[in-house]
């Protein structure tokens, strides 16, 4: 496979010929915020981005979608599924980070005896092209968690902004398949190759938020009724912001939603939160999590200390939306380190 | 694989009141399509989802046995949105159920052991379904002594009183029930069911403990079975949670890095004491 070169310019020409085939999803404008959405028309790419707000994790588990539609005829249910999930799809310019998330998302809805269809069928019918992180931003820790601003694997085309052009590798073999199809495309020179792999080695060395995971879940699985969960959830609002941004967060509520005037409804699957007090509230009135405590605890315990157990890796990519979305400033590298610093404080009893 | 979150249509076949007060009732389903019958091959304390489609889904135990063909069987208490959708429901009715779901009772783990069947409350309902498996003429030999300890506010609130009545004939099943308070005509026991535990004290020796009920009554029952010499991996509950999907994708279920719609609800009181308590 040789690598490519696209001129910026010809960003367009690339649209028009891959939207015939794909639903084309890339980063745009949204009310001053970067969002991946279905692109219309080529002028409304965004290039110049760090990240979107929403991970495109969205495009294919969206806040709020159909499992199925309904409606009655008299008392008996005719129930209609999705039509839509085999439409191919192609989300241009995912950063490493959350084309690492898709990953984790096929992993997790694919675990166990039952196949999460709607996620996995489309996942199927996407293809993801990636784009390096030249500038990582101050919040970023991809490096802590396996990953990297460069990193290509979960990707099926690879970018890579040289400034005036995109440096393009085919990763996967559909991505080779969609290279292939555009055929216009230069190919690469050495020097080209070259620049990518230092923009990658800079991007590296930029990382300044580093942290030790191996240490951190250690510690976590010792540490459940430490006194630090107060102090970590003290300031916590309960927004749920960091939930709802974080892109390997997979947590619905399901509801009927009706057209009573139609006899007809769908059940749709909406995002939940594990930070809400009615996420776990019992008809009862029992409520497992009622307090701030244990939900905050929740979610560490989910990404640092759940997930290294029954899925054998993080469950964190390292985007650092949480960071960036907390309105209080409790933030995951805050959280972090009070977490360390559990270790560092007993490792001092112990010598002293 | 065809997707899990769309449920098989049955139809409301009966719906028998189950307690004095009418908030509890048990409705029987038959599948609209034999095939879906046939795939719905359940065990004793496995549950499921299932949806009046257009008011909403919940996760039931399922109270009818395997043993008992045909339809199967769930009892309701009138509490939310979508129990309550169930109370106003009528014979014919579609139902859409999702299932059978969750590990249930170990039924093979039980071979050859003595079974003490301890429940309170509406929760008998998949105890009724184990009793009923186990009582069947085909597993009848398969298993060891039988005793059930079931206890009850009151007189009123007592379920499945015509399956209760039957095993009470019966010489291969010890039944005793209980109520909280003296009744007028009430001639079993009376007293909390830990009193009872106590009073009765089945042996631990190869015997299964088997208990479902409020957070209360599990508490001081297990505490009693412990005086007496039960181990921890012989005593086995069955837990509730919120639940949406029951398949381990919505998340909320979950305690620690268990989930109790895959990994349970059934767990043993050792493995209950390795998760966090927050359940």
Known sequence: ?352 | MPNPYIPMLTKIKSIISENEVRDIKTIELEFQKEEDYKAFDYIPGQFAEISIIGKGECPIGIASSPTEEGTIKFTIKKMGTVTSSFHNSDIGDTIGVRGPLGNGWPMEELKGQNIVVIGGGFAFSTLRSLVLYVLDDNHRKDYGDITVIYGNRDSGEVLYRDVLEEWEKRDDINVVLTIDREEEGWTRKVGFVAAIVKEVAPSPDNAVAIICGPPIMIRTAVDELVKIGWKDEKILNSLEMRMKCGIGKCGRCNIGEKFVCIDGPVFSLAELKKMPNEY
């Open chain 1, 1 to 352: 496979m040789v690598e490519k070169i696209l001129k910026k310019d010809d960003i367009g020409k690339l649209y028009s010929e891959l939207e015939k085939e794909y639903k084309f999803y890339a980063p745009t404008k949204v009310k001053g915020n970067i969002a991946f959405k279905h692109i219309l028309n080529a002028e409304e790419i965004e290039l110049d981005y760090l990240n979107s707000k929403v991970p495109p994790k969205d495009v294919l588990f969206p806040q709020k979608e159909t499992i199925f539609e309904y409606r009655y005829e008299g008392k008996e249910v005719i129930i209609e599924e999705r039509k839509d999930l085999d439409d191919k799809l192609l989300i241009f310019g995912v950063r490493p980070c959350d084309a690492y998330s898709f990953k984790l998302l096929e992993d997790f809805f694919a675990s166990g005896d039952f196949q999460d269809d709607i996620f996995l069928k489309k996942r199927e019918n996407a293809t993801i092209i990636g784009i390096g992180c030249n500038s990582p931003r101050q919040s970023c820790f991809c490096t802590s968690v396996g990953g990297h601003p460069f990193q290509k694997e979960s990707t099926d085309v690879f970018l890579s902004d040289l400034g005036d052009t995109y440096l393009v590798e085919a990763i996967s073999e559909k991505g080779k398949e969609l290279v292939k199809k555009l055929s216009w495309l230069a190919d690469a020179k050495k020097a080209d190759m070259e620049k990518s792999k230092e923009l990658a080695k800079l991007a590296e060395d930029s990382f300044t938020t580093k942290f030790n995971f191996d240490l951190v879940t250690k510690v976590l699985d010792e540490n459940f009724e430490h006194p630090v969960w107060q102090e970590i959830s003290e300031s916590c609002i309960g927004c749920s912001s960091c939930t709802f941004l974080c892109p390997t967060c997979t947590c619905f509520d399901v509801i009927d939603e009706n057209d009573e005037y139609n006899n007809r409804g769908r059940r749709i699957r909406i995002w939940d939160t594990c930070q809400s007090c009615l996420y776990t509230l019992e008809t009862s009135g029992h409520n497992p999590r009622p307090a701030k405590i244990q939900r905050c605890r929740n979610r560490i315990m989910h990404k640092f200390s759940y997930y290294p157990s029954n899925y054998d890796c993080l469950g964190c990519v390292g985007c650092g939306r949480c960071i960036t979305a907390c309105p209080v400033n409790n933030e995951l590298r805050l959280i972090i380190d009070k977490i360390l610093e559990i270790q560092e404080k007993s490792g001092e009893k112990v010598s002293a």
